[in-house]
Protein backbone atom coordinates (compact mmCIF):
# COMPACT_ATOMS: atom_id res chain seq x y z
CA UNK A 1 0.00 0.00 0.00
CA UNK A 2 2.63 2.22 0.82
CA UNK A 3 4.40 4.54 -2.18
CA UNK A 4 6.60 6.94 -0.34
CA UNK A 5 10.35 5.78 0.19
CA UNK A 6 11.12 9.17 1.41
CA UNK A 7 9.37 10.09 5.09
CA UNK A 8 8.84 13.49 6.09
CA UNK A 9 8.69 14.64 9.58
CA UNK A 10 6.00 17.22 10.11
CA UNK A 11 5.62 19.44 13.41
CA UNK A 12 1.91 20.43 13.85
CA UNK A 13 0.74 22.13 17.27
CA UNK A 14 1.67 19.19 19.76
CA UNK A 15 2.03 16.10 17.62
CA UNK A 16 3.62 14.73 14.45
CA UNK A 17 2.66 12.69 11.53
CA UNK A 18 4.28 10.79 9.05
CA UNK A 19 3.33 12.17 5.26
CA UNK A 20 2.89 8.76 4.20
CA UNK A 21 0.31 6.76 1.79
CA UNK A 22 -2.11 6.56 4.72
CA UNK A 23 -5.75 5.30 4.10
CA UNK A 24 -8.28 8.16 3.98
CA UNK A 25 -9.74 7.28 7.00
CA UNK A 26 -6.76 8.09 8.73
CA UNK A 27 -5.50 11.28 6.28
CA UNK A 28 -8.55 12.54 5.87
CA UNK A 29 -11.29 11.47 8.67
CA UNK A 30 -9.54 10.88 12.07
CA UNK A 31 -10.17 14.31 13.10
CA UNK A 32 -13.94 14.35 13.05
CA UNK A 33 -14.09 10.93 13.90
CA UNK A 34 -12.58 11.71 17.00
CA UNK A 35 -14.34 15.09 17.36
CA UNK A 36 -17.44 13.90 17.26
CA UNK A 37 -16.81 11.01 19.46
CA UNK A 38 -15.71 13.17 21.89
CA UNK A 39 -19.54 15.01 22.23
CA UNK A 40 -21.32 11.80 21.82
CA UNK A 41 -19.31 10.08 24.44
CA UNK A 42 -19.03 12.66 26.57
CA UNK A 43 -14.84 12.44 26.78
CA UNK A 44 -12.86 14.93 27.71
CA UNK A 45 -9.81 13.48 26.20
CA UNK A 46 -8.49 11.04 23.91
CA UNK A 47 -5.18 10.24 23.05
CA UNK A 48 -4.12 8.01 20.16
CA UNK A 49 -1.04 6.29 18.86
CA UNK A 50 -0.97 4.85 15.22
CA UNK A 51 2.68 2.64 14.16
CA UNK A 52 3.04 0.97 10.89
CA UNK A 53 5.85 -0.36 8.85
CA UNK A 54 8.19 0.01 11.63
CA UNK A 55 7.34 4.02 11.74
CA UNK A 56 5.37 6.04 13.91
CA UNK A 57 2.69 7.14 11.86
CA UNK A 58 0.48 9.48 14.42
CA UNK A 59 0.81 10.37 18.04
CA UNK A 60 -1.59 12.60 19.17
CA UNK A 61 -3.84 14.38 21.71
CA UNK A 62 -7.45 15.31 21.28
CA UNK A 63 -9.57 17.26 24.00
CA UNK A 64 -9.00 18.32 27.23
CA UNK A 65 -7.13 17.05 30.25
CA UNK A 66 -9.72 18.52 32.29
CA UNK A 67 -13.18 18.67 32.33
CA UNK A 68 -14.27 22.65 31.96
CA UNK A 69 -10.63 23.70 31.04
CA UNK A 70 -8.66 24.58 27.84
CA UNK A 71 -5.61 22.64 29.26
CA UNK A 72 -5.23 20.41 25.73
CA UNK A 73 -4.21 16.85 25.73
CA UNK A 74 -0.69 16.03 23.55
CA UNK A 75 1.23 13.20 22.56
CA UNK A 76 3.06 13.38 25.70
CA UNK A 77 0.68 13.60 28.34
CA UNK A 78 -0.02 10.86 30.77
CA UNK A 79 -3.02 8.77 31.07
CA UNK A 80 -3.30 5.49 33.50
CA UNK A 81 -3.33 2.26 31.07
CA UNK A 82 -5.04 0.31 33.87
CA UNK A 83 -4.72 -3.27 32.70
CA UNK A 84 -2.57 -2.58 30.14
CA UNK A 85 0.13 -3.31 32.81
CA UNK A 86 -0.60 -6.86 32.69
CA UNK A 87 1.57 -7.01 29.12
CA UNK A 88 4.48 -5.35 31.07
CA UNK A 89 4.61 -7.65 34.24
CA UNK A 90 4.31 -10.76 32.10
CA UNK A 91 7.23 -9.29 29.78
CA UNK A 92 9.19 -8.95 32.66
CA UNK A 93 9.07 -12.26 33.93
CA UNK A 94 9.42 -13.67 30.33
CA UNK A 95 12.89 -11.36 30.07
CA UNK A 96 13.54 -13.33 33.43
CA UNK A 97 13.16 -16.66 32.14
CA UNK A 98 15.20 -15.97 28.85
CA UNK A 99 17.86 -15.09 31.21
CA UNK A 100 17.95 -18.30 32.55
CA UNK A 101 17.07 -16.73 36.16
CA UNK A 102 13.61 -18.38 36.02
CA UNK A 103 11.53 -20.32 34.17
CA UNK A 104 7.66 -19.69 33.45
CA UNK A 105 7.12 -23.18 34.49
CA UNK A 106 8.31 -22.76 37.83
CA UNK A 107 5.87 -23.44 40.72
CA UNK A 108 5.20 -20.02 42.47
CA UNK A 109 6.21 -21.43 46.06
CA UNK A 110 9.66 -21.88 44.56
CA UNK A 111 10.89 -18.65 44.70
CA UNK A 112 7.89 -17.87 47.11
CA UNK A 113 8.08 -19.86 49.42
CA UNK A 114 4.93 -19.10 51.74
CA UNK A 115 2.79 -18.05 48.52
CA UNK A 116 -1.15 -19.41 49.49
CA UNK A 117 -4.18 -19.94 48.02
CA UNK A 118 -7.53 -21.61 48.96
CA UNK A 119 -6.75 -25.13 48.19
CA UNK A 120 -3.05 -26.41 49.30
CA UNK A 121 -2.38 -29.00 46.79
CA UNK A 122 -2.98 -26.09 44.59
CA UNK A 123 -0.96 -23.88 46.72
CA UNK A 124 2.14 -26.30 45.37
CA UNK A 125 0.97 -26.74 41.67
CA UNK A 126 0.70 -23.38 41.32
CA UNK A 127 2.76 -22.07 38.70
CA UNK A 128 4.23 -18.83 36.72
CA UNK A 129 2.00 -19.28 33.75
CA UNK A 130 -0.73 -19.99 35.91
CA UNK A 131 -0.44 -16.44 37.29
CA UNK A 132 -0.37 -14.83 34.38
CA UNK A 133 -3.19 -16.51 32.15
CA UNK A 134 -5.80 -15.99 34.53
CA UNK A 135 -6.54 -19.72 34.82
CA UNK A 136 -6.64 -20.49 38.76
CA UNK A 137 -9.88 -21.39 38.47
CA UNK A 138 -11.60 -17.81 39.84
CA UNK A 139 -14.46 -16.57 38.70
CA UNK A 140 -13.39 -12.92 36.19
CA UNK A 141 -12.91 -10.18 38.95
CA UNK A 142 -13.61 -12.29 41.71
CA UNK A 143 -12.30 -10.57 44.71
CA UNK A 144 -12.02 -7.40 43.29
CA UNK A 145 -14.28 -5.48 45.57
CA UNK A 146 -12.11 -6.76 48.17
CA UNK A 147 -8.78 -5.89 45.99
CA UNK A 148 -9.18 -3.08 43.93
CA UNK A 149 -9.31 0.86 45.22
CA UNK A 150 -9.20 -0.26 48.82
CA UNK A 151 -7.18 0.81 51.57
CA UNK A 152 -5.34 -2.41 51.37
CA UNK A 153 -1.61 -3.08 51.57
CA UNK A 154 -0.08 -5.31 49.17
CA UNK A 155 0.49 -8.11 51.82
CA UNK A 156 -3.15 -7.55 53.00
CA UNK A 157 -4.19 -8.35 49.24
CA UNK A 158 -2.11 -11.46 49.43
CA UNK A 159 -3.17 -12.65 52.60
CA UNK A 160 -7.10 -11.92 51.50
CA UNK A 161 -6.42 -14.02 48.42
CA UNK A 162 -5.21 -16.90 50.20
CA UNK A 163 -8.47 -17.72 51.34
CA UNK A 164 -10.79 -17.02 48.79
CA UNK A 165 -12.35 -20.16 47.35
CA UNK A 166 -12.74 -20.43 43.70
CA UNK A 167 -15.36 -20.74 41.93
CA UNK A 168 -14.13 -23.31 38.94
CA UNK A 169 -11.66 -26.50 39.68
CA UNK A 170 -7.70 -24.99 39.04
CA UNK A 171 -7.21 -25.07 35.04
CA UNK A 172 -10.34 -25.63 34.01
CA UNK A 173 -11.83 -22.27 33.40
CA UNK A 174 -10.95 -18.86 32.29
CA UNK A 175 -11.31 -15.97 34.92
CA UNK A 176 -9.95 -12.93 34.83
CA UNK A 177 -7.67 -13.00 38.01
CA UNK A 178 -6.56 -9.09 38.88
CA UNK A 179 -4.50 -10.29 42.47
CA UNK A 180 -2.49 -13.14 40.56
CA UNK A 181 -0.81 -10.43 38.64
CA UNK A 182 -0.10 -8.51 41.91
CA UNK A 183 1.39 -12.32 43.23
CA UNK A 184 3.62 -11.80 39.73
CA UNK A 185 4.90 -8.80 40.56
CA UNK A 186 6.22 -10.02 44.28
CA UNK A 187 7.94 -12.77 42.08
CA UNK A 188 9.77 -10.65 39.73
CA UNK A 189 11.06 -8.54 42.88
CA UNK A 190 11.60 -12.04 44.57
CA UNK A 191 13.57 -13.48 41.39
CA UNK A 192 15.36 -10.36 40.28
CA UNK A 193 16.22 -8.55 43.50
CA UNK A 194 14.56 -5.29 42.73
CA UNK A 195 10.68 -3.98 42.91
CA UNK A 196 8.12 -4.75 40.15
CA UNK A 197 8.72 -0.95 39.25
CA UNK A 198 12.47 -0.96 39.45
CA UNK A 199 12.91 -3.46 37.30
CA UNK A 200 10.18 -2.17 34.86
CA UNK A 201 12.35 0.86 34.86
CA UNK A 202 15.32 -0.62 34.23
CA UNK A 203 14.88 -3.17 32.06
CA UNK A 204 12.17 -2.04 29.82
CA UNK A 205 10.87 1.36 30.25
CA UNK A 206 14.33 3.42 30.41
CA UNK A 207 15.98 1.03 27.62
CA UNK A 208 13.23 1.55 25.00
CA UNK A 209 13.52 5.50 26.05
CA UNK A 210 9.73 5.64 27.46
CA UNK A 211 10.91 8.36 29.74
CA UNK A 212 7.27 9.38 30.48
CA UNK A 213 6.19 6.40 31.83
CA UNK A 214 5.64 5.17 35.40
CA UNK A 215 4.40 2.58 37.46
CA UNK A 216 4.09 4.48 40.35
CA UNK A 217 1.04 6.54 41.58
CA UNK A 218 2.60 8.95 43.70
CA UNK A 219 4.95 10.18 40.47
CA UNK A 220 2.05 10.37 38.40
CA UNK A 221 0.59 12.42 40.81
CA UNK A 222 3.43 15.10 41.28
CA UNK A 223 4.14 14.87 37.13
CA UNK A 224 3.56 17.60 35.08
CA UNK A 225 1.13 16.94 31.86
CA UNK A 226 -1.37 14.33 32.93
CA UNK A 227 -4.79 13.57 32.18
CA UNK A 228 -7.26 13.61 35.17
CA UNK A 229 -9.77 10.77 36.10
CA UNK A 230 -13.79 11.21 34.83
CA UNK A 231 -16.79 9.28 35.19
CA UNK A 232 -19.88 9.84 33.12
CA UNK A 233 -22.88 9.84 36.04
CA UNK A 234 -26.46 10.96 35.23
CA UNK A 235 -25.08 12.03 32.17
CA UNK A 236 -23.02 14.39 32.98
CA UNK A 237 -18.91 14.42 33.07
CA UNK A 238 -17.81 14.46 36.58
CA UNK A 239 -14.14 14.79 37.67
CA UNK A 240 -13.35 11.99 40.10
CA UNK A 241 -10.08 10.81 42.25
CA UNK A 242 -7.64 8.72 41.18
CA UNK A 243 -7.92 5.23 42.46
CA UNK A 244 -6.24 3.31 44.83
CA UNK A 245 -4.39 0.90 43.56
CA UNK A 246 -0.82 0.57 45.34
CA UNK A 247 -2.36 -2.92 46.23
CA UNK A 248 -2.82 -4.30 43.19
CA UNK A 249 0.24 -2.43 40.94
CA UNK A 250 1.72 -5.04 38.52
CA UNK A 251 -2.36 -5.24 37.31
CA UNK A 252 -2.87 -1.52 36.37
CA UNK A 253 -1.10 1.18 37.55
CA UNK A 254 1.21 2.06 35.01
CA UNK A 255 0.60 5.31 33.48
CA UNK A 256 1.97 6.47 29.94
CA UNK A 257 1.51 8.32 26.95
CA UNK A 258 1.07 8.11 22.95
CA UNK A 259 4.85 9.25 22.26
CA UNK A 260 5.62 6.87 24.80
CA UNK A 261 3.58 3.65 24.08
CA UNK A 262 4.68 4.11 20.61
CA UNK A 263 8.10 2.65 21.50
CA UNK A 264 6.58 -0.30 23.19
CA UNK A 265 4.23 -1.06 19.91
CA UNK A 266 7.84 -0.81 18.39
CA UNK A 267 9.13 -2.96 20.14
CA UNK A 268 6.54 -5.55 20.63
CA UNK A 269 6.31 -5.74 16.52
CA UNK A 270 9.68 -6.06 15.93
CA UNK A 271 10.84 -9.07 18.18
CA UNK A 272 11.78 -6.57 21.19
CA UNK A 273 14.14 -4.34 18.60
CA UNK A 274 13.66 -0.80 18.32
CA UNK A 275 16.59 2.06 16.63
CA UNK A 276 17.92 -1.67 15.65
CA UNK A 277 18.70 -2.63 19.23
CA UNK A 278 17.61 -5.60 21.18
CA UNK A 279 15.80 -4.09 24.24
CA UNK A 280 13.38 -7.15 24.79
CA UNK A 281 14.76 -10.64 23.84
CA UNK A 282 12.73 -12.14 21.02
CA UNK A 283 11.84 -15.19 23.27
CA UNK A 284 10.38 -13.01 26.09
CA UNK A 285 7.84 -11.63 23.44
CA UNK A 286 7.52 -14.92 21.96
CA UNK A 287 6.42 -15.96 25.23
CA UNK A 288 3.71 -13.62 25.95
CA UNK A 289 1.97 -14.22 22.54
CA UNK A 290 1.69 -18.18 23.30
CA UNK A 291 -1.90 -18.84 24.01
CA UNK A 292 -2.86 -20.96 27.42
CA UNK A 293 -6.31 -20.08 27.67
CA UNK A 294 -9.65 -20.53 26.26
CA UNK A 295 -12.01 -18.00 25.95
CA UNK A 296 -14.27 -19.42 23.62
CA UNK A 297 -14.86 -18.13 19.40
CA UNK A 298 -14.84 -14.47 19.91
CA UNK A 299 -15.59 -12.07 17.17
CA UNK A 300 -16.99 -8.70 17.15
CA UNK A 301 -19.93 -6.44 15.93
CA UNK A 302 -19.60 -6.89 12.31
CA UNK A 303 -16.59 -9.76 12.18
CA UNK A 304 -17.08 -13.15 12.80
CA UNK A 305 -14.28 -15.08 15.49
CA UNK A 306 -12.98 -18.18 15.32
CA UNK A 307 -11.03 -18.42 18.54
CA UNK A 308 -10.65 -16.16 21.25
CA UNK A 309 -7.51 -16.95 23.43
CA UNK A 310 -5.24 -15.56 26.25
CA UNK A 311 -1.66 -15.53 26.45
CA UNK A 312 0.56 -14.00 29.00
CA UNK A 313 -0.50 -10.87 29.76
CA UNK A 314 -2.33 -10.59 25.83
CA UNK A 315 -6.07 -11.41 24.72
CA UNK A 316 -4.94 -13.23 21.43
CA UNK A 317 -7.83 -13.79 18.92
CA UNK A 318 -8.75 -13.19 14.83
CA UNK A 319 -10.10 -10.56 12.78
CA UNK A 320 -10.51 -10.62 9.26
CA UNK A 321 -8.35 -13.42 8.80
CA UNK A 322 -5.52 -11.58 10.69
CA UNK A 323 -4.27 -12.62 13.98
CA UNK A 324 -4.99 -9.95 16.56
CA UNK A 325 -2.59 -9.73 19.63
CA UNK A 326 -4.29 -6.79 22.50
CA UNK A 327 -5.49 -5.74 25.86
CA UNK A 328 -7.71 -2.91 27.53
CA UNK A 329 -7.34 -1.30 30.45
CA UNK A 330 -9.86 0.27 33.30
CA UNK A 331 -9.60 2.11 36.49
CA UNK A 332 -11.05 4.80 38.15
CA UNK A 333 -11.67 7.51 35.46
CA UNK A 334 -9.82 6.27 32.64
CA UNK A 335 -10.52 3.11 29.77
CA UNK A 336 -8.04 2.46 27.32
CA UNK A 337 -6.78 -0.33 24.46
CA UNK A 338 -3.37 -1.48 23.01
CA UNK A 339 -3.74 -3.63 20.21
CA UNK A 340 -0.91 -5.42 17.63
CA UNK A 341 -1.94 -6.72 14.44
CA UNK A 342 1.75 -8.46 13.39
CA UNK A 343 0.49 -9.32 9.99
CA UNK A 344 0.26 -5.96 8.91
CA UNK A 345 3.05 -4.41 11.16
CA UNK A 346 0.51 -2.27 12.73
CA UNK A 347 0.10 -1.02 16.14
CA UNK A 348 -2.67 0.70 17.76
CA UNK A 349 -3.33 2.71 20.78
CA UNK A 350 -6.25 4.23 22.79
CA UNK A 351 -7.07 6.06 25.80
CA UNK A 352 -9.37 8.08 26.96
CA UNK A 353 -9.86 9.80 30.20
CA UNK A 354 -13.40 8.73 31.06
CA UNK A 355 -14.50 5.04 32.51
CA UNK A 356 -17.96 5.50 30.92
CA UNK A 357 -17.12 4.86 26.90
CA UNK A 358 -17.10 2.41 24.34
CA UNK A 359 -15.23 4.71 21.74
CA UNK A 360 -11.55 3.45 23.14
CA UNK A 361 -12.52 0.09 21.53
CA UNK A 362 -14.81 2.02 18.62
CA UNK A 363 -11.77 3.86 16.66
CA UNK A 364 -8.89 1.04 17.23
CA UNK A 365 -11.63 -1.38 15.04
CA UNK A 366 -11.94 1.55 12.47
CA UNK A 367 -8.15 2.21 11.98
CA UNK A 368 -7.89 -1.65 11.66
CA UNK A 369 -10.75 -1.73 8.64
CA UNK A 370 -8.88 1.02 7.22
CA UNK A 371 -5.52 -0.65 7.19
CA UNK A 372 -6.95 -3.64 6.19
CA UNK A 373 -8.90 -2.23 3.34
CA UNK A 374 -12.36 -2.99 4.82
CA UNK A 375 -15.16 -1.03 4.32
CA UNK A 376 -15.64 1.62 7.11
CA UNK A 377 -18.30 0.21 9.49
CA UNK A 378 -19.34 3.24 12.13
CA UNK A 379 -18.75 1.60 15.15
CA UNK A 380 -18.83 4.29 17.05
CA UNK A 381 -22.68 5.03 15.29
CA UNK A 382 -23.21 1.28 16.51
CA UNK A 383 -22.35 1.34 19.87
CA UNK A 384 -24.09 4.95 20.79
CA UNK A 385 -27.34 2.73 19.71
CA UNK A 386 -26.70 -0.08 21.72
CA UNK A 387 -25.86 2.51 24.67
CA UNK A 388 -29.08 4.47 24.05
CA UNK A 389 -31.07 1.26 24.59
CA UNK A 390 -29.36 0.34 27.76
CA UNK A 391 -29.51 4.05 29.17
CA UNK A 392 -33.24 3.89 28.45
CA UNK A 393 -33.72 0.59 29.94
CA UNK A 394 -32.03 1.48 32.83
CA UNK A 395 -33.03 4.61 33.79
CA UNK A 396 -36.88 3.36 33.22
CA UNK A 397 -35.98 0.77 35.81
CA UNK A 398 -34.00 3.13 38.32
CA UNK A 399 -36.79 5.67 38.06
CA UNK A 400 -39.61 2.70 39.02
CA UNK A 401 -37.30 1.96 41.71
CA UNK A 402 -36.95 5.80 43.17
CA UNK A 403 -40.80 6.05 42.87
CA UNK A 404 -40.96 2.92 45.22
CA UNK A 405 -38.52 4.55 47.37
CA UNK A 406 -40.41 8.30 47.76
CA UNK A 407 -44.00 5.32 48.57
CA UNK A 408 -42.16 4.78 51.78
CA UNK A 409 -42.23 1.01 51.24
CA UNK A 410 -42.85 -0.95 54.76
CA UNK A 411 -39.63 -3.03 55.71
CA UNK A 412 -40.22 -6.61 57.49
CA UNK A 413 -38.46 -5.23 60.82
CA UNK A 414 -38.08 -1.47 61.79
CA UNK A 415 -35.01 0.01 59.97
CA UNK A 416 -33.91 0.34 63.50
CA UNK A 417 -33.04 -3.46 63.40
CA UNK A 418 -30.78 -3.36 60.10
CA UNK A 419 -28.36 -1.46 61.46
CA UNK A 420 -25.18 -2.75 63.30
CA UNK A 421 -22.21 -4.40 62.43
CA UNK A 422 -21.90 -7.01 60.15
CA UNK A 423 -18.54 -9.34 58.79
CA UNK A 424 -17.60 -11.35 56.31
CA UNK A 425 -15.40 -14.07 56.64
CA UNK A 426 -12.48 -12.69 54.37
CA UNK A 427 -13.13 -9.05 53.76
CA UNK A 428 -13.72 -7.56 57.18
CA UNK A 429 -16.38 -5.56 59.13
CA UNK A 430 -19.01 -3.26 57.61
CA UNK A 431 -21.08 -0.82 59.63
CA UNK A 432 -24.70 0.28 59.44
CA UNK A 433 -26.71 3.49 60.97
CA UNK A 434 -30.04 4.54 60.23
CA UNK A 435 -29.82 7.87 58.53
CA UNK A 436 -33.48 9.18 58.97
CA UNK A 437 -35.59 7.09 56.10
CA UNK A 438 -32.39 5.46 54.72
CA UNK A 439 -28.91 3.77 56.26
CA UNK A 440 -25.71 4.38 55.59
CA UNK A 441 -22.99 1.68 55.20
CA UNK A 442 -18.86 2.23 55.50
CA UNK A 443 -16.91 -0.48 55.06
CA UNK A 444 -13.43 -1.25 56.66
CA UNK A 445 -10.94 -1.43 54.23
CA UNK A 446 -12.99 1.33 51.87
CA UNK A 447 -12.21 4.38 53.92
CA UNK A 448 -13.83 6.71 51.33
CA UNK A 449 -16.68 5.12 50.12
CA UNK A 450 -20.27 5.58 51.71
CA UNK A 451 -23.41 3.31 50.39
CA UNK A 452 -26.86 4.79 51.45
CA UNK A 453 -29.77 2.03 51.21
CA UNK A 454 -33.25 3.29 50.70
CA UNK A 455 -36.11 0.94 51.32
CA UNK A 456 -37.99 -0.73 48.61
CA UNK A 457 -40.42 -2.86 50.63
CA UNK A 458 -39.93 -6.16 52.39
CA UNK A 459 -35.95 -6.83 53.35
CA UNK A 460 -34.90 -5.27 49.82
CA UNK A 461 -32.95 -1.82 49.25
CA UNK A 462 -31.64 0.23 46.74
CA UNK A 463 -28.03 1.47 47.14
CA UNK A 464 -26.37 4.08 45.84
CA UNK A 465 -22.59 4.64 46.38
CA UNK A 466 -20.50 8.05 46.63
CA UNK A 467 -18.73 6.39 44.12
CA UNK A 468 -21.01 5.69 40.45
CA UNK A 469 -18.11 4.04 39.16
CA UNK A 470 -19.34 0.94 42.00
CA UNK A 471 -22.79 0.93 40.87
CA UNK A 472 -26.75 0.81 41.63
CA UNK A 473 -28.02 -2.65 42.98
CA UNK A 474 -30.55 -4.37 44.79
CA UNK A 475 -29.45 -5.24 48.05
CA UNK A 476 -31.26 -7.56 50.03
CA UNK A 477 -31.07 -8.60 53.72
CA UNK A 478 -31.70 -12.18 55.24
CA UNK A 479 -34.28 -12.01 58.45
CA UNK A 480 -35.37 -15.20 60.62
CA UNK A 481 -37.99 -13.83 63.06
CA UNK A 482 -36.89 -10.52 64.47
CA UNK A 483 -33.71 -10.57 64.08
CA UNK A 484 -31.54 -9.72 60.62
CA UNK A 485 -29.30 -12.69 60.44
CA UNK A 486 -26.77 -11.28 56.80
CA UNK A 487 -26.75 -8.91 53.84
CA UNK A 488 -25.83 -9.39 50.62
CA UNK A 489 -23.80 -6.98 48.86
CA UNK A 490 -23.61 -6.78 45.39
CA UNK A 491 -21.76 -4.03 43.49
CA UNK A 492 -21.25 -2.76 39.41
CA UNK A 493 -20.12 -5.00 37.28
CA UNK A 494 -17.17 -2.71 36.59
CA UNK A 495 -15.63 -3.86 39.89
CA UNK A 496 -16.84 -7.55 40.05
CA UNK A 497 -19.59 -9.63 39.56
CA UNK A 498 -20.00 -12.00 42.52
CA UNK A 499 -21.61 -11.15 46.15
CA UNK A 500 -20.91 -11.18 49.40
CA UNK A 501 -22.65 -12.12 52.53
CA UNK A 502 -21.82 -10.19 55.66
CA UNK A 503 -23.76 -11.54 58.27
CA UNK A 504 -24.57 -9.63 61.36
CA UNK A 505 -22.65 -9.87 64.49
CA UNK A 506 -24.23 -6.93 66.90
Known sequence: MKKYCLVILWILSGFYIHAQAQPSFISDSLDAYVARALDDWQIPGVSVCIVKDGKVVLTKGYGVKKWMTDEKVDENTLFMIGSNTKAFTATALAILASEGKMSLDDKVVKWWPTFKVNDPWV?????????????????????DFMFFDSD???SEVFEKFSKLKPMHGFRAKWGYT???????????????????????????????????????????????????PHTVHENKIKQI????????????SISSSAADISKWLLAQLHEGKIDGRQVIPSVAIAETWEPHSILGNGGTAFNKGHFSLYGLGWFLEEYAGRKIVSHTGGVNGFVT????????????????NTDQ????????????DAYM???????????????????????????????????NPKTTLPLSAYAG??????????????????????????????????PLGGNRFLSTWNDPLYGNRVIVFHTAGNLVRSMTLRVGGFIENTSYEFVKTK
Request: charged content about 25%; aromatic content about 12%; hydrophobic content about 40%.
Open 178 to 228: NAAFAAAGEVVRLVSGKTWSRYLQDHIFSPLGMTRTTPDLAELKKATNIAF
Open 373 to 407: GLPYRNYVGHFMQLKHGYDSSFNQQMAMKRDTVKM
Open 357 to 368: NHFYEDLKWEIM
Open 421 to 454: NYKHEIYGWMDIKQSGKSLKVRFQHHSMKELTLE
Open 152 to 154: LKQ
Open 337 to 352: SVTLVPEENLGIAVFT
Open 241 to 252: DFGKLEGMAPAG
Open 123 to 143: TKQVNMRDLLSHRMGYETFQG
